[in-house]
């Protein structure tokens, strides 16, 4: 199983104080030297954390893949057909949000996100749409030609007895083999930690995890560099699949 890192923590400690420390593409580099497969960043509207320059650098840097999370606004997919990341992953978004709250609705929405996917697709970049784990959100983003799936994995996070979580992490596993059928990618993402990742990992349909926040928040302890390679050896636990 593959480990990409959201660095838009970093941009928002930065942020928080204004100036330009500490710098998302330094963590970036940091995160890949210390084994992740990825980098993840969210071009939000409002820029409340990663930017417009800190995308444009990341681009120049990174060594492995871009997943570029994004509203599928003309303006962010517009930006994305310039800078093409590797992977664009489609995420709701709404201002008041502390972060995203759950996944896309692909039926209500689409028609514009089928012209958004075909308008990356003309430049050659990979579509994921966040979904939560529910069958007809997945068929509408095979229907609307989108690459793979990011499963919302947020109320298996938060689940506060062993009976919610064993009933979520249940419909995350049936989704993943749902989607695979449909010939999809599957990544998931949202909430994990180092603690309730593990039986995620078993789930062999799931190519590939996003984890930003609990990362970050064990790099006050520990230092990013640390803390990214004990989550990658997690990852690894099983073997590469």
């Known amino acids: 199983m593959k480990l990409s890192i959201n660095i838009d923590h970093i941009a928002t ?41 800190d995308l444009q650098r990341l681009c120049k840097s990174i060594t492995t893949k871009l997943d570029l999370e994004m509203a599928a ?42 012209d958004a996917v075909a308008r990356l697709h003309d430049k050659g970049i990979e579509v994921s749409l966040f979904v939560d784990p529910e069958n007809d959100q997945v068929e509408a983003t095979k229907e609307i030609c989108a690459d793979m799936i990011e499963i919302h994995t947020g109320e298996y996070a938060d689940a506060t007895t062993a009976a919610q979580r064993k009933k979520q ?19 998931a993402g949202h909430g994990l930690d180092y603690e309730n990742f593990a039986p995620i990992r078993e789930i062999k349909e799931i190519q590939e995890v996003s ?4 990362i970050i928040v064990r790099a006050v302890s520990v230092g990013l560099e640390q803390a990214v390679r004990e989550m990658v050896s997690l990852t690894k636990v099983l073997g590469a699949r």
Do not use: M, Y
Request: hydrophobic share 40%.
């Open 13 to 53: 400690l930065r942020n928080a104080r204004g100036g330009a420390v500490p710098d998302p593409v330094e963590a970036a580099a940091i995160a890949e030297r210390a084994g992740a497969d990825g980098i993840v960043c969210h071009l939000r509207e409002d820029r409340r954390h990663i930017r417009d320059n």
């Open 73 to 114: 606004t003309k303006e962010i997919v517009a930006i994305a057909q310039r800078i093409k990341p590797e992977l664009a992953t489609f995420v709701p978004e709404r201002r008041q949000e502390l972060t995203t709250e759950g996944g896309l609705d692909v039926i209500k929405h689409r028609k514009p996100l089928k």
């Open 169 to 187: 992490f249940n419909r995350i596993a049936s989704i993943a083999k749902f989607a695979h059928g449909l010939g999809l990618g599957v990544n």
């Open 211 to 214: 984890i930003g926040h609990a």
